[in-house]
């Protein structure tokens, strides 16, 4: 299984970035998929998730309102549409599968993690 994650970069506050994550090597349509972050010395943090056929979606508050997940089982591909992006979203992106119907927020509960796409917002 590869899940490669892409479109990150440098944006400066305000600004929009959409992230994608192509999957390979599973039954994409039956796994939900979700967006992490980090940054260094911190946890893996929540960003949002989506159910396999895309009917039911979870955010993090922090990115509510501003943040769009979707995804196109067609193409194996989970999307991540930022916008309005702060200082404070500066972080690696993970994407990962899990093998549930729920979209989780639980890293722990995630099968398959991606390589990381690196999101810099400057003030």
């Known amino acids: 299984v590869q899940l490669q994650a892409s479109g990150g970069g440098l944006v400066q506050a305000g600004g929009s970035l959409r992230l994608s994550c192509a999957g390979s090597?599973?039954?994409?349509?039956?796994?939900?998929m979700g967006w992490f972050r980090q940054v260094p010395g911190k946890e893996r943090e929540f960003v949002a998730a989506?159910?396999?056929?895309?009917?039911?979606?979870n955010y993090a508050d922090s990115v509510k309102g501003r943040f769009t997940i979707s995804r196109d089982n067609a193409k194996n591909t989970v999307y991540l549409q930022m916008n309005s992006l702060k200082p404070e979203d500066t972080a690696v992106y993970y994407c990962?599968?899990?093998?549930?119907?729920?979209?989780?927020?639980?890293?722990?509960?995630?099968?398959?993690w991606g390589q990381g796409t690196l999101v810099t917002v400057s003030s």
């Open positions: 990962a599968a899990d093998r549930t119907s729920v979209p989780l927020a639980y890293a722990s509960r995630y099968d398959y």
């Open positions: 989506i159910s396999w056929s895309g009917g039911s979606t």
């Open positions: 090597g599973l039954t994409f349509s039956r796994y939900s």
